[in-house]
């Protein structure tokens, strides 16, 4: 069962016993604030911090665009592809701005992700709306395994999405779906936990249908306040989940 957190990178300095001491064996998700952030630091000193602290680590999520096909990108790609080997991780999330990417760019990327034996996740937070079914229909093109979709629940709240309709969506793209991000927003669009009684989605209502599914997914509680916060709010939802899959 993946029931892990999002790390933002620049915490680690600040929070490092704290971290260590929480989620040594808790499944995360280190994430970098932007491209500068990833690109200025070594390759030793970013798995070398993530081996100290974490044993159990999901994803690499990076901010890079690869709607575009640049030589910086598939360096950078290389340089994800390699950190996440490295430390254990089973996946590397990106964003697209774009549906339609070219089938040469994507086979250069499914090369590099298939010889790492990692998983290239495409975080749909930046890409228009309109352009999502492109996506899915281009990824559905390419061999399997290697490409696949995350999927925010509080995003699609924000976008005035009904529970059902998130539901609706994601068996649309179950075959490609590997991340859930477990995020909720309130009436005025502001972030609050996922199983918070103030969000617009009942998310263990959501969690409930979706029950038969999370075996196979990676849900990350994409929320961070604290290490503390957030590891209570882990501790919640894994004890909730648990319940559900022990119905089945």
Not at 83 to 107: C, F, M, P, Q
Not at 152 to 165: D, H, M, Y
Request: hydrophobic share 40%; aromatic share 8%; glycine share 4%.
């Amino acid at each position: 069962m993946n029931i892990g957190i999002r790390v933002p990178w620049r915490n680690l300095g600040k929070h490092l016993y704290t971290y260590r001491l929480l989620f040594d064996d808790a499944p995360v998700e280190v994430s970098f604030k932007d491209i500068n952030e990833f690109e200025n630091e070594y390759i030793v000193d970013i798995t070398s911090a993530l081996e100290d602290i974490f044993s159990h680590i999901l994803s690499l999520r990076i901010p890079i665009d690869v709607s575009h096909d640049s030589e910086r990108n598939f360096e950078l790609l290389e340089k994800a592809a390699y950190i996440a080997s490295e430390t254990l991780a089973e996946n590397v999330v990106v964003s697209t701005r774009r549906g339609d990417l070219k089938e040469a760019w994507l086979e250069k990327i499914h090369e590099l992700m298939s010889s790492y034996k990692l998983r290239l996740c495409f975080d749909l937070s930046q890409i228009p709306e309109c352009c999502e079914k492109d996506l899915f229909e281009t990824l559905k093109e390419m061999p399997r395994g290697v490409f696949k979709i995350c999927y925010n629940i509080g995003k699609k709240a924000l976008e005035g999405l009904s529970e059902e309709e998130i539901l609706q969506d994601m068996a649309s793209i179950l075959g490609l779906l590997q991340i859930i991000y477990l995020s909720n927003v309130d009436e005025n669009g502001l972030q609050v936990p996922p199983l918070s009684f103030n969000g617009r989605i009942n998310m263990a209502r959501l969690l409930e249908d979706i029950a038969e599914e999370i075996p196979s997914l990676c849900l990350i509680i994409d929320h961070s306040i604290s290490p503390e916060q957030d590891y209570r709010e882990l501790v919640r939802l894994r004890e909730f989940i648990l319940s559900l899959t022990e119905k089945e």
